[in-house]
T-cell receptor, first 115, second 114 residues
Framework: KNQVEQSPQSLIILEGKNCTLQ??????????LRWYKQDTGRGPVSLTI?????NTKSNGRYTATLDADTKQSSLHITASQLSDSASYIC??????????????FGAGTQVVVTP | DSGVTQTPKHLITATGQRVTLRCSPR?????VYWYQQSLDQGLQFLIQ???????AKGNILERFSAQQFPDLHSELNLSSLELGDSALYFC?????????????FGEGSRLTVL
């Protein structure tokens, strides 16, 4: 079972509207959580990285939240633009000494912004 | 531009063949990671190298191998190719040992096996 679950799988929003993507994880011990944006056929680009002590982090119109107690994170997109159409991937890094490179990737949420 | 360079961008080959994908990490980055992304699938971790040494292994097939050279560039070798190996192969790099460090991805190499 995937240790990082994202919802919804896909969504369509009108340009200018807001949306929120969800990420639930079971990775333990927890080190950090990242959100990436991946345009079709391109490499993922980092939006935010949050550690255990951080509740929220913003990057322009993107705001990520983290609740380490409930092991949930969300990514909020404000005033969406056509260029926001992409897959948004939640990635959780485990702590501990044997977690090198073993980032746990969610399957991504495909966002389509329509005019 | 992430600073991570991958070549070739596209590659078409036949089943049973062998190919080599190359990755140059960002200047100064010691860690290199390889990922596979099949059509409409999430990123699957293959292998990580740190300063020339293998550090972590994921779901990498025995037909696949990788190495990191003294100049820190890395190569992923895929042999006895099968149709199911068709995918985007991404390389990523990070500065060093911190798990909280930023991970930078290349633009990927698209492999098509016919």
């Amino acid at each position: 079972k995937n240790q990082v679950e994202q919802s919804p799988q896909s969504l369509i929003i009108l340009e200018g509207k807001n949306c929120t993507l969800q990420c639930n994880y079971t990775v333990s011990p927890f080190s950090n959580l990242r959100w990436y944006k991946q345009d079709t056929g391109r490499g993922p680009v980092s939006l935010t990285i949050m550690t255990f002590s951080e509740n929220t982090k913003s990057n322009g119109r993107y705001t990520a939240t983290l609740d380490a107690d409930t092991k949930q994170s969300s990514l909020h997109i404000t005033a969406s633009q056509l260029s926001d159409s992409a897959s948004y991937i939640c990635v959780v890094s485990a702590g501990g000494t044997d977690s090198w490179g073993k980032l746990q990737f969610g399957a991504g949420t495909q966002v389509v912004v329509t005019p | 531009d992430s600073g991570v360079t991958q070549t070739p961008k596209h590659l078409i080959t036949a089943t049973g063949q062998r190919v080599t994908l190359r990755c140059s990490p960002r200047s100064g980055d010691l860690s290199v990671y390889w990922y596979q992304q099949s059509l409409d699938q999430g990123l699957q971790f293959l292998i990580q190298y740190y300063n020339g040494e293998e550090r972590a292994k994921g779901n990498i097939l025995e037909r696949f191998s990788a190495q990191q050279f003294p100049d820190l560039h890395s190569e992923l070798n895929l042999s006895s190719l099968e149709l199911g190996d068709s995918a985007l192969y991404f390389c990523a790099s990070s500065a060093g040992t911190s798990r909280a460090g930023e991970l930078f991805f290349g633009e990927g190499s698209r492999l098509t096996v016919l």
